[in-house]
């Protein structure tokens, strides 16, 4: 028994010394029998065939091809089949063809047809529509007034009048082109307080301008007294940038024209 087992373990050990790729393959444990081939009978072998001497393989080339090449001849003889006479549609005015899809489907069929028309979008409360519908006039016919229906089929384009004119009155053209004007732009706070200081010198300067005529004509007798539109045509003039003259001045300025005389003695 002792002696067995040093046995198996002996073969153990050489099986674990053989390198895996001299191994043999484990296979499925199933032994395939050998499949033994028989060699084909001839089937000829019982049968008596009788040998016919084969054409010329030139004719028979030149008849393959002229076959294939050239068209069979027609015969003239042959009259064409009388065609059966289709049915033609009475909405398309074309023949039916049996196809797998219905004539009735086909798009030339549909468009021929006379397509249903929604109802009209009036509002059926109005007493407008009430008297025409009453007089016969039917909105959903897609006709318009009239005897023959000639007449208009939609109300007329209400459009707001926002001017005060009259009907058939026009605005002159240099009214549009003053409204089309832009409108004055806005200012900020550095442009009005600078508008303002500009607009309070001005009336500064203007105002001791007047101060200035009337008080030197009382005090100086040698000078010319200005009268009061002489004084307002002054001020308007330097408010508006102009240069005064007077016809009776002998300078263009005017300050100039304020300017003492020389008493003769």
Known sequence: MQRYREDASDESHDGEDIPLHYKRAFGAGLKRQRVEFVPAQDPDAGTTTTITPAKSTDTSIGDLYASIVLKPAKDKDTKPSEEEPKEICSDCKLPISSTS????????????????????????SRMGLKALKSQGWDPDARRGLGREG???????????????LG???????????KKKEEKPRPLNRK??????????QRHERLQGLAQGLTAG????????????????QAIVAEYLGLEYRDADAISCDFESYFQPTELKH
């Open 101 to 124: 899809q219905p004539h009735e489907a086909s798009f030339a069929h549909q468009v021929s047809l006379t397509h249903s028309h929604p109802p009209s979008a009036l509002d059926r």
């Open 150 to 164: 000639e007449g208009m089929r939609y109300p007329i384009k209400v459009m707001a009048k926002e001017d005060t």
């Open 167 to 177: 009907i058939g009155a026009s605005i002159p053209k240099e009214i549009q082109e």
């Open 191 to 200: 442009e009005a307080k600078q508008l303002a200081a500009k607009e309070r």
């Open 217 to 232: 004509s009382e005090d100086s007798p040698g000078k010319t007294t200005p009268d009061d539109s002489a004084v307002s």
